[in-house]
């Protein structure tokens, strides 16, 4: 010991002689933020030379330095300064947050992003405790109900699916409608819902007006979702937390009502009155009814109690120049149907930034997704478990029957097809016919940030975006009921997205009264898809089922598209004394998409806000805390097209003559092909009253342009059609959010949330002035002045007591038993709906906290396709169950009824749609967080919370098929029912 | 601010190294403006037009004009196939109208395109004297085929043409380059009848000169012989006798083209498609290379022996001018067979399209490949111009016996003249081309109407003025069909046919 001292006392002794040579003074500090607050472990150094030091708790320093030198304080977060000491023994320093780590900043659109209070745009912004827990392996889900204007369907119940996604009603006709979709400023597909771990998001931002859209341009015209994802923070305390849930899924709320076995043969009789004096078919309904039989067929095919987990880990923090967030998770959900479906899903993500110096810093981002599932045939095919379930007999089992010697029966095992009629066992086929999928999908970006100046950005953005595809379907070779058995299919598919963006932002202010910021950029983009499948057959033995081991090739393709994007774009905005802003936004897009004479295309907008709390006279005024006003107007495209070569003329090889290949014209060239425009008004009002009461009222105006179409041609061209930009349609709409705070104390909150969006459709212009165009194969017609979306069919008018055939509507409104196209008419019923919305209440006391989500959408109708069989007797009867209510069929004259006689065809008219209206409890989860002096005592544990979370827990509806929410476009046919989730969790943070 | 300098170069490197090409062309087709720029190139498009010869002159294309004569009877729960034509209730959507119209000038629009190319390329006069005679002779098929296209619209279309009134007629818009577009204000109107004509007589004018390709028995290209023939069939439609004949006569004088005189080789020819009368046939190599199935409406819809479900069978009138015991043409063509659907009884039906066997595996699909020219018809074409140039029915009598004497065992040579000639040849036309889609056409030509008689079995025929007892009067507006009702929608400039409501 002694001679360590003797060592530190002569060390000292040497510095204090170096530094009396060099005149040193001691200066001491304070380092605060722009709020007057001591900023904590700022590192503090003299220039020049490795002296320095870190300020302390109180955000004080003191360091020895050349009287004339200079100190420069530098910290994550904040701008690094650098102060002359002009001989001062104490310099107070003020640092000024560095804008990309701002909390209440956010960034949407490039650059380093505003306060969200300044932004002139409509931007939703949903935090992460919305999304993280929700046992859903689509993040998207977790969204609905919690954006006006924002609608989202899960329309599969199938574990890995896609949700439909549609912001402020349809604005195309053909184009795709779906959003953007930007992740950390990287556009990237819609499979960011499926392919993101939830715990990995710190906030999702939704993009609604031409303000905060137009500088994405010509792909922005259904709006902007931007992802951000989380990043370790300044200033707060390294975590570690680990989240794991548990729980099981069921089918939600069940709607058909079908026949039990009794019913089923009551109707029989009613249909075939004979049936009653048929000794054989009697005997069969005594055994049946004698015995009990009446199978519940959606028991049989589907799972009550599917596991569903979720468990994440993730590391959260700050060293002095860098920040970083490590995360891995699992998601395993089974497929409610008792066939093979399901998805089990690893995610890593990596985020990390780092200062290099004052003037560079640098950073990346990576995600990489595996996902492995395994899907069922769904939909209008007789290997649908839902299609099955509705329609099978009740009076039928799968399993065989055993009679016993005692008159009793027994039941056997399940036949592989039923010879009652030739259905195939689903549980069976599905455990002979797999389709197995594997997804390996890759994120990354990387992006260099330059700071020459104060107020000066550059940054440079490099990212792809890509994933790697491979299906295997093998159909068995034991599975005889299938003809094509002995089968194994491979599909391969590869798709990536490399793009490139940089900018150059410059923000600088006059007296502090006058804040401008300017931003210029590029950014490129392709996308390259290819894919590769074929079908091997000849298997002989279900142990050799690879795809090498087939005998035989059949059906093979594949291809490679490749688009590209080149485009510039700048943004301005202006700020006068945080009161009045301005905001000017233009993009042009260049794009391998569309024809050679309209390939760059130019969109814009501008925008103002007035936010008149800050005006002198309500600033005193303290029961408004928030007033503003915003109003935007501006362009957006969409270039959501089907194919990336729809503006080329192109000849095909297929035509084949006395054994030689040959060519034909395949596709009409149109230079003039472009992409359709969105042109949006936006007006906001934005306020929060009494501290309580937050309002946000929002009229928009939306006319979509140029709207691609398939043109039909004169047949004297050569085609029969071509795409053309020929329509226009109009959207219009209200989105309202409120917010209320009722109970507001130090341990109690409680609020409700909720928001409201109606928005009204109406084609606007047809080309060459036509006012209607209809399509009757498809119950479509559009017309000038009416939304695109109703349904256009025969109108049924009842049934006529008297002979009980079913009646129409003719177009003037009198009754027609004629059924004809002549007579299809609007009817009222629109297959999207006008209004939706949601609606949440959050309660906590103390550590106790319980969440439910609402949400809801009104007038929808769906075409219900089920009913070709449930409600189909003159066809199906003997080989379909029916729904009760056709136990209400005419049978004599005088019966008031609307079920026409049995013998009647079977019609398409409105009798077969239904109205798809619902609230559904999303979600509702209570929580409970154990007090932290509690967990403290621990020493180890920083955060423990616990919570019971349900998914679809209750819905309301009207709607006569199984599940409202299913059906993708305008028709529910076989699709995988949703399901309901009960989970159990815990959270803990180290 | 060295520093600035060095960021400012480092940011215009990144955003010029990271700038895309903008032109993207799929991998699974051409570029149509790079499409033709060799003689492969043009080869691969003849193929294509070609392929297209094997959907236009079988199935419903062949079947609809005799459905809308008086050859066929539709039976009872015929099930309304087709029946818009059967019974004349057709409207402007009807769906054969529209693919006849968009097919056939999908036909010609590739026509137009192999016709520009290959002048482009024969005025490069970069080609060497071997690929100069294939470029031409790709040039000389594509206007035949474009001729032979115009004058397929015309006969569905239009109404007959008659020198007289030609001028008044409309007939279907002649279009020669292809340059498609939305704009439908450039769409072409109808021209006369004749100027339609004018442009097929044009067409084949330049088959003539550049096909020089010797004919041969079954060809399945164009041959100097094709291009003869259709003169011929044209030439008789335009009332243009003397041409008729010298080119009908020129035919049947190469011997190249023989008449089959036994029923079994006949049979056989029908079956394998491989008659010794057949002048152009259009080729199909397999199950996987076919054009459009025959007689699916005629009998039978499941393939198999036995299960026989027609929807149309012969008329009885129609049955009864052949002589049943001598001849070969009734007893290659028709089978008496016991019926279960969706009538039950006995019926004689039409078996002439039983399917070739080269062309399905298992269940015959009743796909045979066209005969679109057979030696036999240059004979009635060369009576019938022979008839109407006046003075000739010796002429015209000689064909029609010789035709006879081959079809049918022990034919005597009988002399014909006068109307008595004019009923034996329009007898003749039912009995050799029956089913061939010759009938509606003939009845135009002839202006002549029509009275369905009683049936085979008047039991089993769908009964009624608008079935079995329908009569059509001469030149009726409904012989001819109507402008689709896409076509009337897009194209401002067209004219519906007389007849039909302009929806």
Request: proline share 4%.
């Amino acid at each position: 010991m002694k001679r360590i001292r003797l060592f530190f006392t002569v060390m000292v002794m040497l510095l204090a002689s170096v530094s009396a040579f060099a005149q040193n003074i001691t200066v001491s500090g304070v380092v605060t933020d722009s709020n007057d607050q001591p900023v904590i472990g700022a590192t503090v150094m003299v220039a020049g030379t490795q002296t320095g030091t870190s300020t302390d708790a109180d955000g004080q320093f003191k360091v020895n330095a050349p009287s004339n030198g200079q100190l420069i304080v530098s910290i994550i977060g904040y701008a690094t300064q650098t102060v002359d000491i002009n001989g001062k023994t104490f310099i107070a320093i003020q640092v000024e947050e560095d804008a990309e780590f701002l909390d209440a900043t956010i960034v949407v659109g490039y650059g380093t992003g505003q306060k969200i209070g300044n932004i002139v745009g409509s931007v939703t912004t949903v935090s992460s405790d919305e999304i993280a827990s929700r046992p859903s392996a689509n993040i998207g889900d977790a969204l609905q109900g919690k954006v006006a204007g924002l609608q989202i369907f899960n329309t599969s119940g199938e574990p890995q699916s896609s949700v439909s996604v549609r912001l402020r009603g349809e604005s195309s006709l053909n184009l795709s409608t779906a959003p953007l979709y930007i992740l950390d400023g990287v556009p990237v597909s819609s499979d960011v819902f499926n392919s993101i771990s939830p715990q990995d998001i710190e906030n999702i931002s939704v993009l609604k007006d031409a303000s905060s859209t137009a500088i994405y341009g010509s792909r922005a015209a259904n709006g902007v979702i931007f992802i951000s994802t989380k990043k370790g923070k300044q200033g707060e305390k390294p975590s570690v937390s680990f989240r794991g849930q548990y729980g099981i899924s069921m089918l939600t709320n069940y709607n058909m009502e079908m026949m039990t076995s009794e019913q089923l043969f009551q109707f029989e009789e009613i249909c075939v009155p004979e049936l009653k004096f048929d000794p054989a078919y009697q005997a069969e309904k005594a055994f049946v009814l004698g015995n009990g039989i009446n199978f519940d067929w959606t028991d049989y095919l589907f799972n009550d109690a599917a596991p569903v987990l979720q468990a994440d880990a993730s590391i959260r923090g700050a060293s002095e120049k860098t920040n970083y967030y490590v995360s891995l998770g699992y998601y395993s959900e089974k497929g409610t149907a008792k066939a093979n479906s399901g998805v089990d899903r690893f995610t890593f993500r990596t985020n990390l930034d780092t200062q290099v110096t004052d003037w560079l810093k640098f950073g990346a981002n990576v995600a990489l997704t595996y996902s492995g599932y395994q899907t069922i045939v769904t939909g209008w095919y007789t290997q649908s478990p839902i299609l099955q379930a509705v329609t099978a007999l009740p009076y039928k089992s799968p399993y065989e029957i055993i009679y016993n010697p005692d008159g009793t029966i027994s039941w056997g095992d399940p036949y592989e097809v039923y010879p009652w009629d030739n259905m195939i066992d689903l549980n069976k086929y599905y455990e002979k016919n797999t389709n197995m999928k594997e997804n390996l999908s890759l994120m990354g970006q990387t992006y260099f940030l330059l700071t020459p100046m104060k107020g000066l950005t550059i940054r440079a953005q490099q990212a792809i975006d890509g994933y790697d595809y491979k299906g295997e379907a093998i159909n068995y070779p034991s599975y005889e009921p299938f003809s094509a058995r002995g089968r194994n299919s491979q599909a391969f598919e590869r798709y990536y997205q490399l793009s490139s963006t940089n900018t150059v932002e410059y923000k600088t202010d006059i007296n502090k009264k006058h804040f401008f910021a300017a931003l210029a950029g590029h950014e490129s983009f392709i996308r390259h898809t290819e894919s590769f499948n074929a079908t091997g057959t000849g298997l002989t033995d279900d142990r050799i089922v690879n795809f090498g081991s087939t005998t035989d090739i059949s059906d093979w393709a594949g291809g490679t598209s490749e688009c590209a994007f080149n485009s510039f774009f700048g943004n301005v905005n202006y700020n006068y004394a945080d009161r009045y802003f301005l905001d000017a936004s233009v993009r042009t897009d260049g794009s391998s998409l569309f024809g050679k004479n309209h390939r760059y295309a130019t969109f814009y907008s501008f925008g103002g806000m007035w936010k008149a709390k800050s005006e002198p006279f309500l600033q005193n005024v303290n029961w408004v805390n928030d007033l503003s006003l915003s109003v935007s107007y501006g362009t957006t495209g969409n270039a959501g097209l089907n194919s990336w070569y729809e503006s080329l003329g192109l000849v095909g090889a297929g035509p084949k003559y006395n054994g030689k290949a040959g060519w034909a014209l395949a596709q009409v060239p149109n230079a003039d092909l472009t992409w359709e425009t969105v042109a949006t008004l936006n007006v906001r009002l934005h306020t929060r009253l009494w501290d309580r009461l937050t309002l946000g009222l929002e009229f928009y105006d939306r006319l979509s342009s140029d709207l691609l179409m398939e043109l039909p041609f004169s047949g004297t061209t050569g085609h029969a059609s071509g795409m053309g930009n020929i329509a226009e349609m109009k959207n219009t709409g209200v989105d309202l959010d409120v917010e209320l705070d009722l109970v507001h104390t130090k341990n109690v909150y409680w609020g409700v949330r909720a928001n409201v969006n109606y928005n009204k459709n109406k084609i606007t212009k047809l080309y060459q002035g036509l006012d209607e165009l209809a399509f009757p194969d498809y119950s479509l017609k559009y017309q000038v002045g009416m939304p695109s979306s109703l349904v256009y069919t025969q109108v049924r008018a009842g049934v006529d007591p008297q002979d009980g055939a079913p009646m129409w509507y003719d177009l003037n409104g009198n009754l027609t038993k004629t059924y004809s196209d002549d007579i299809m008419q609007f009817c009222g019923m629109d297959t999207n709906a006008p209004w939706s919305g949601g609606f949440s209440t959050n309660f906590s006391w103390k550590g106790l906290g319980i969440n439910a989500d609402f949400s809801w959408i009104g007038e929808r109708w769906i075409f219900i396709n089920e009913r070709y069989y449930t409600m189909n007797p003159q066809n199906l009867l003997f080989s379909s169950n029916f729904e009760t209510k056709m136990l209400d069929i005419w049978q004599k004259p005088g019966d008031v009824t609307d079920i026409p006689k049995y013998g009647t065809q079977f019609y398409h008219d409105t009798a077969r749609f239904s109205n798809a209206s619902f609230m559904r409890l999303k979600n509702l989860s209570v929580s409970y967080a154990f007090p932290s002096e509690m967990i403290q005592k621990s020493k180890v544990l920083s955060g423990l919370k616990i919570y019971l979370t349900a998914r679809n827990l209750w819905t309301v509806t009207d709607f006569a098929g199984y599940d409202p929410e299913v059906g993708a476009s305008n028709a529910t046919s076989g699709m995988y029912p949703n399901s309901r989730q009960f989970v159990f969790g815990a959270e803990l943070v180290f | 601010m060295k520093n600035i300098k060095t960021i400012l170069i480092i940011a215009a490197a990144l955003i010029t190294f990271s700038a895309c090409s903008l032109d993207k062309f799929p991998d699974n087709a051409i570029n149509t403006e790079e499409a033709m720029e060799s003689v492969a190139d043009c080869e691969a498009f003849r193929n294509g037009l070609y392929s297209g010869t094997k959907g236009v002159f079988t199935g419903a294309y062949v079947y609809v004009p005799d459905l809308q004569a008086d050859l066929y009877h539709a039976v009872k729960n015929f099930g309304n196939f087709q029946g818009a034509w059967y019974h004349y209730s057709v409207t402007t959507s009807e769906g054969m109208a529209s693919s006849a119209w968009f097919g056939l000038y999908s036909i010609i629009s590739n026509a137009n395109f192999l016709i520009e190319g290959t002048q482009k390329l024969l005025a490069a006069g970069t080609l060497d004297e071997a690929d100069t005679k294939t470029v031409e002779l790709y040039y000389g098929e594509a206007c035949y085929l474009r001729a032979h296209m115009y004058y397929q619209l015309c006969c569905y279309f239009c109404a007959d043409y008659d020198p007289d009134t030609a001028e008044e007629f409309l007939g279907v818009p002649v279009v020669l380059e292809y340059a498609p577009t939305g704009d439908s204000s450039k769409y072409p109107s109808r021209p006369t009848l004749q100027a339609t004509y004018d442009q097929i007589l044009a067409d084949l004018a330049e088959a003539e000169k550049y096909v020089t390709v010797a004919g041969s028995v079954g060809s399945a290209y164009i041959t100097a012989d094709v291009v003869t023939a259709l003169q011929a069939r044209v030439a008789l439609m335009m009332h243009d006798y003397d041409t008729a004949l010298l080119k009908a006569k020129s035919l049947i004088d190469s011997g190249k083209y023989r008449l089959v005189t036994d029923v079994r080789t006949f049979a056989d020819g029908w079956t394998n498609d491989n008659l010794s009368e057949t002048i152009w046939q259009a080729a199909m190599t397999g199950p996987d290379d076919l054009g459009n199935a025959f007689s699916y409406f005629i009998y039978n819809t499941s393939g198999k022996e036995g299960e026989d479900n027609p929807q149309y069978v012969p008329e009885d009138w129609a049955l009864n001018l052949y002589d049943k015991e001598n001849d070969i043409r009734y007893q290659s063509w028709f089978d008496t067979r016991n019926i279960t659907t969706p009538v039950v009884g006995t019926l004689t039906l039409l078996v002439k399209y039983p399917g070739n066997p080269k062309l399905y595996s298992a269940v015959t699909n009743y796909v045979n490949m066209p005969k679109i020219f057979r030696i036999s018809e240059m004979y009635l074409i060369a009576a019938e111009a022979a008839v109407n140039k006046g003075g000739q029915d010796l002429v015209a009598s000689k064909y029609i016996n010789d035709l006879r004497a081959a079809r049918i065992a022990g034919w005597k040579n009988t002399d014909y003249s006068g109307d008595a000639l004019v009923v034996e040849l329009r007898q003749e036309r039912v009995r050799e081309l029956f089913g061939e889609g010759h009938r509606m056409n003939d009845l135009k030509r002839w202006h002549i109407g029509f009275t369905r008689s009683a049936g085979q079995n008047p039991e089993l025929v769908m009964p009624g003025e608008k079935y079995a007892g329908l009569s059509m009067e001469a030149d009726s507006p409904l012989f001819v069909w109507p402008i689709p009702v896409d076509e009337m929608q897009a194209n401002p400039q067209m004219t519906q046919n007389p007849g039909y409501t302009n929806n």
